[in-house]
T-cell receptor, first 113, second 116 residues
Framework: DVKVTQSSRYLVKRTGEKVFLECVQDMDHENMFWYRQDPGLGLRLIYFSYDVKMKEKGDIPEGYSVSREKKERFSLILESASTNQTSMYLC????????????FGNGTRLTVT | AQKITQTQPGMFVQEKEAVTLDCTYD???????LFWYKQPSSGEMIFLIY??????QNATEGRYSLNFQKARKSANLVISASQLGDSAMYFC????FGQGAQKLVFGQGTRLTINP
């Protein structure tokens, strides 16, 4: 089974802090994704990566950056956390095939105070 | 513009009844894929079923089937013989061919509650 592991289940940070959310997958998937999930809005794509060192902006990249130095690891960075970034963050990975489903981690609930 | 629309924020169904969760999508591509995911209260996202735009048959996986109506741009999920464990959030998602082909866009979700 594919395993996607997010480093923290819950995280509390202060406004202005730099925040790192880490994600590791163990199935050699080419694609990795970061979504945020908010009630009534579904999942919104922040960034994705289709190869090492490659990244593409999603629908809501403002205030975020990403890093993919190794194939199995995809990091989401909040350069200066703000209260409107309080959310559930979901990492996912998939093979490159068009019909390949995303496999998700268990999520990180981030609270910015 | 919203690419995936799920018009039912919540649904309540009696156990053992069939349930249909609506999903409409918007794309000008001829090649695209449609996915359904389940998210129980534990928070994990579980992949249920996939339908490709060129697939002639409706996709089925156990008790799940996808009612794909291409001309109407709808991809409704049908759950037969519902069970208490089907209570969850359900998300429809689409992947379009072309630039950014790997990304998946999700709808707002439908919360399904199965009553005993």
């Amino acid at each position: 089974d594919v395993k996607v592991t997010q480093s923290s289940r819950y995280l509390v940070k202060r406004t202005g802090e730099k925040v790192f959310l880490e994600c590791v997958q163990d199935m050699d998937h080419e694609n990795m994704f970061w979504y945020r999930q908010d009630p009534g809005l579904g999942l919104r794509l922040i960034y994705f990566s289709y190869d090492v060192k490659m990244k593409e902006k999603g629908d809501i990249p403002e205030g975020y950056s990403v890093s993919r130095e190794k194939k199995e690891r995809f990091s989401l960075i909040l350069e200066s956390a703000s209260t409107n970034q309080t959310s559930m963050y979901l990492c996912a990975s998939s093979l490159a095939g068009f019909g390949s489903p995303l496999h998700f981690g268990n999520g990180t609930r981030l609270t910015v105070t | 513009a919203q690419k995936i629309t799920q018009t039912q924020p919540g649904m309540f169904v009696q156990e053992k009844e069939a349930v249909t969760l609506d999903c409409t999508y918007d794309t000008s591509d001829q090649s695209y894929g449609l996915f359904w995911y389940k998210q129980p209260s534990s928070g994990e996202m579980i992949f249920l079923i996939y339908q490709g735009s060129y697939d002639e048959q409706n996709a089925t996986e156990g008790r799940y089937s996808l009612n794909f109506q291409k001309a109407r741009k709808s991809a409704n999920l049908v759950i037969s013989a519902s069970q208490l464990g089907d209570s969850a959030m359900y998300f429809c998602a689409m992947r379009e061919f072309g630039q950014g082909a790997q990304k998946l866009v999700f709808g707002q979700g439908t919360r399904l509650t199965i009553n005993p």
